[in-house]
């Protein structure tokens, strides 16, 4: 079994950053792509960023140029930093991570979302 913990949301205000972060631990033989995703209330999840084992990226329209996703593949860790957050930008973020498992098959797992409120 693996387990996603993620840190970092929170309140701030218009034109301020945050960092997300999302550690994974247990059964893990290798983490393929890792990514972060946000859903508001009634919507579906929509991808923010994400970040291939070779350090590729893909980002929505709407944070290219804001949003900075990273990961630390010795700690099993991707991060998203987050710039000139907007009050759009509200939402609960989760993190995504796509790896095998110590029995070789393919799992993919959700971290349990972390709040970030964007207001002044």
């Known amino acids: 079994q693996v387990q996603l913990v993620e840190s970092g949301g929170g309140l701030v205000q218009p034109g301020g950053s945050l960092r997300l972060s999302c550690a994974a631990s247990?059964?893990?033989?290798?983490?393929?792509?890792m990514g972060w995703y946000r859903q508001a209330p009634g919507k579906q999840r929509d991808l923010v960023a994400v970040?291939?084992?070779?350090?590729?990226?893909m980002y929505a329209d709407s944070v290219k140029g804001r949003f900075t996703i990273s990961r630390d593949n010795a700690k099993n860790t991707v991060y998203l930093q987050m710039n000139s957050l907007k009050p759009e930008d509200t939402t609960v973020y989760y993190c995504?991570?796509?790896?095998?498992?110590?029995?070789?098959?393919?799992?993919?797992?959700w971290g349990q979302g972390t709040q970030v409120t964007v207001s002044s």
């Open positions: 970040i291939s084992s070779g350090g590729s990226t």
């Open positions: 995504n991570v796509d790896l095998r498992g110590g029995s070789g098959t393919r799992e993919v797992y």
């Open positions: 247990g059964s893990i033989f290798s983490i393929n792509t």
